[in-house]
């Protein structure tokens, strides 16, 4: 006779049981896997990135929550400047900051401790200092990151993209001060400035170099010099005078160039200080100054008395791409990557990098400010923050 063979049912549930626990769990053990490993990755980068990762973690929890969305509604009386961080908003107000993502969540409040809050971002952080305060904070889309104290109110700052921070200052002994704060914000360079006083600074992507406009007069003629230097030296690797120019904003690119934009000129020097290109305008003619991470500067300015814009496009690598001429004057600028939105009116008109348009946007009212977030365009009006896609 056969043998027959027993099944136990009770077995069974429990082996099928077990596998879809395990399966289920999996899951969860697969995302920390992932998370640790990206943290380890991350480590070995910096701590700017494993801040970006940490921000995405916490940003989750905003998938499952309800806003109202956009426009979102401003204090406007107590605003300051809307710029982008990381994709979304971030909010400058005199009393505090505030980040919001793609759907008009609030994902972060900070307090600030000074009502004429100024703030430079790039790479999802921001860097918020103020004319008179000795302090910035360092911050990232969910978290203050640590803060810099100066000698005196700050006059110029900017932040690296590996979050690197430099900042200038006057003294009782020097003109202006130039300090700069590596990631974990120990002082890595400090340069003293006796004869002229320092208008902008900018950091390499890396934070090695930082270049510097310093302004002084000589006989009631004003100048400009344009000083780089690697962060490991006192002694600059490019010092170059332009007389009667008052440089406003110095801009070192992703591609190594610095371009420096002042009053009647913007010049494009290579990081050794060479002239690479010129622009010349009338002077006192500028309008606006914008620029992105990488570098990509657009300059407008007057021509024709007023009755002309122009509008002069200069890329990462010091190339201009574009000049172009447009009727009346703009009520605000911004510029990103290859684009440029310029707003007359309710009307945005958006540029390629050559100077073609690519897109007009009617907005409900004229907008006082425009903000790229990634793909999207975010402007400010009325009191409210307004998305167009």
């Known amino acids: 006779?056969?043998?027959?063979?027993?099944?136990?049912?009770?077995?069974?549930?429990?082996?099928?049981?077990?596998?879809?626990?395990?399966?289920i769990a999996r899951i969860p053990v697969v995302v920390l896997v992932v998370i640790a490993a990206l943290f380890l990755s991350a480590r070995l980068m910096g701590n700017v990135a494993v801040s970006n990762i940490t921000d995405s973690i916490r940003q989750a929890k905003t998938v499952f929550s309800k806003s109202e969305g956009y426009p979102y509604s401003l204090e406007a009386f107590n605003l300051?400047?809307?710029?982008?961080?990381?994709?979304?908003?971030?909010?400058?107000?005199?009393?505090?900051?505030?980040?919001?993502?793609?759907?008009?969540?609030?994902?972060?409040?900070?307090?600030l401790d000074y009502a004429d809050s100024k703030v430079i971002?790039?790479?999802?952080?921001?860097?918020?200092?103020?004319?008179?305060?000795?302090?910035?904070?360092?911050?990232?889309?969910?978290?203050?990151?640590?803060?810099?104290?100066?000698?005196?109110?700050?006059?110029?700052?900017?932040?690296?993209?590996?979050?690197?921070?430099?900042?200038?200052?006057?003294?009782?002994?020097?003109?202006?001060?130039?300090?700069?704060?590596?990631?974990?914000?120990?002082?890595?360079?400090?340069?003293?400035c006796s004869k002229e006083r320092i208008a902008s600074v900018s950091l390499s992507p890396d934070g090695k170099r930082v270049a510097v406009a310093a302004i002084g007069a000589d006989n009631a003629e004003i100048y400009t010099r344009i000083i780089v230097f690697n962060v490991k030296s006192a002694d600059p690797v490019a010092d170059?005078?332009?007389?009667?120019?008052?440089?406003?904003?110095?801009?070192?690119?992703?591609?190594?160039?610095?371009?420096?934009?002042?009053?009647?000129?913007?010049?494009?020097?290579?990081?050794?200080?060479?002239?690479?290109?010129?622009?010349?305008?009338?002077?006192?003619?500028v309008l606006a100054i914008c620029s992105d991470d990488s570098g990509n500067t657009v300059v407008c300015?007057?021509?024709?008395?007023?009755?002309?814009?122009?509008?002069?496009?200069?890329?990462?690598?010091?190339?201009?791409?574009?000049?172009?001429?447009?009727?009346?004057?703009?009520?605000?600028?911004?510029?990103?990557?290859?684009?440029?939105?310029?707003?007359?009116?309710?009307?945005i008109t958006v540029y390629s990098a050559k100077g073609k348009e690519t897109k007009k946007i009617e907005t409900e009212l004229a907008p006082t400010s425009i903000i790229f977030c990634s793909g999207t365009i975010y402007t400010v009006e009325g009191g409210t923050i307004c998305k167009y896609s």
């Not at 006779?1 to 399966?23: A, G, Q, V, W, Y």
């Not at 809307?82 to 759907?103: F, K, Q, T």
């Not at 690598?317 to 447009?326: H, L, M, Q």
């Open 301 to 347: 300015y007057e021509e024709f008395g007023g009755a002309k814009t122009g509008i002069a496009r200069f890329s990462k690598s010091g190339k201009r791409t574009c000049s172009v001429s447009i009727d009346g004057i703009p009520d605000c600028v911004s510029a990103q990557g290859n684009r440029t939105a310029v707003a007359i009116g309710n009307e």
């Open 80 to 111: 300051r400047k809307v710029e982008s961080i990381g994709g979304g908003p971030l909010i400058v107000y005199n009393d505090s900051s505030l980040v919001l993502n793609a759907s008009g969540d609030e994902i972060f409040r900070a307090q």
């Open 240 to 285: 170059v005078r332009y007389s009667g120019t008052f440089v406003m904003k110095v801009v070192y690119t992703a591609d190594n160039r610095i371009i420096a934009a002042g009053d009647n000129r913007t010049v494009v020097l290579n990081k050794k200080g060479e002239a690479l290109d010129e622009l010349i305008y009338p002077e006192d003619s």
């Open 121 to 192: 971002t790039k790479n999802g952080r921001a860097l918020v200092y103020s004319n008179s305060s000795n302090e910035a904070v360092l911050q990232s889309k969910t978290e203050e990151l640590g803060r810099i104290t100066a000698e005196s109110p700050i006059v110029a700052a900017d932040i690296s993209e590996n979050g690197t921070t430099a900042v200038s200052c006057s003294s009782a002994e020097h003109q202006s001060v130039l300090s700069v704060y590596n990631s974990r914000f120990k002082k890595v360079f400090q340069w003293n």
């Open 1 to 23: 006779m056969e043998d027959k063979k027993i099944i136990s049912l009770k077995k069974i549930r429990k082996t099928k049981l077990l596998k879809k626990i395990f399966r």
